[in-house]
């Protein structure tokens, strides 16, 4: 398992809902997919715009990865996978200790109401068995 191999990936959406304006795969252990997606998007376009914008990602972004969504003014998550089921995939893994921290809560922390759509059950079994048979 090397760095940036991690099988996590996220991309923006524009307020369009369709065209992609980004996208970006886990960096290491601590640049996440959503996290430099994010710092990223901040960088690119303005808060307006990314508060119409919508994150996608495969797993449930970590409490850093929301944190730093809700700093970048992003207004919308659509993620695939549960961070509980991702802890019951990995486990104590060395290189992912997946925190039991529902994005929701870290949002709901804040002051602006990011919305979330997820789990996505269409996409959930396919996400859970790439996962375990990585973590493995």
Same mark, same amino acid.
């Given at each position: +398992? /090397? &760095? /940036? #191999?991690? !099988?996590f990936g996220a991309i923006l959406v524009a307020p369009d809902g369709e065209t992609v304006l980004a996208e970006q795969g886990n960096v290491d252990t601590v640049n996440h @997919?959503? @996290?430099v997606l994010a #710092? *990223?998007?901040a960088q690119n376009f303005? !808060?307006?715009? &990314?508060?119409?914008c919508t &994150? %996608?990602?495969t797993a449930e972004p970590c409490a +850093?990865?929301?944190g730093t969504q809700y700093w970048a003014h992003i207004g919308h998550l659509v993620y695939g996978l549960s961070e509980r089921r991702l802890l019951e995939l990995t486990g104590k893994h060395s290189e992912n200790p997946t925190m039991d921290l529902p994005c929701r809560e870290v949002f709901a922390r804040g002051q602006k109401a990011v919305q979330v759509t997820g !789990? %996505? @059950?269409?996409v959930e079994a396919e996400i859970a068995q790439l996962h *375990?048979?990585?973590? *493995?």
């Amino acid at each position: +398992m /090397g &760095l /940036g #191999r991690h !099988p996590f990936g996220a991309i923006l959406v524009a307020p369009d809902g369709e065209t992609v304006l980004a996208e970006q795969g886990n960096v290491d252990t601590v640049n996440h @997919a959503e @996290a430099v997606l994010a #710092r *990223s998007a901040a960088q690119n376009f303005a !808060p307006d715009y &990314l508060w119409d914008c919508t &994150l %996608v990602t495969t797993a449930e972004p970590c409490a +850093m990865c929301a944190g730093t969504q809700y700093w970048a003014h992003i207004g919308h998550l659509v993620y695939g996978l549960s961070e509980r089921r991702l802890l019951e995939l990995t486990g104590k893994h060395s290189e992912n200790p997946t925190m039991d921290l529902p994005c929701r809560e870290v949002f709901a922390r804040g002051q602006k109401a990011v919305q979330v759509t997820g !789990p %996505v @059950a269409a996409v959930e079994a396919e996400i859970a068995q790439l996962h *375990s048979g990585f973590w *493995s």
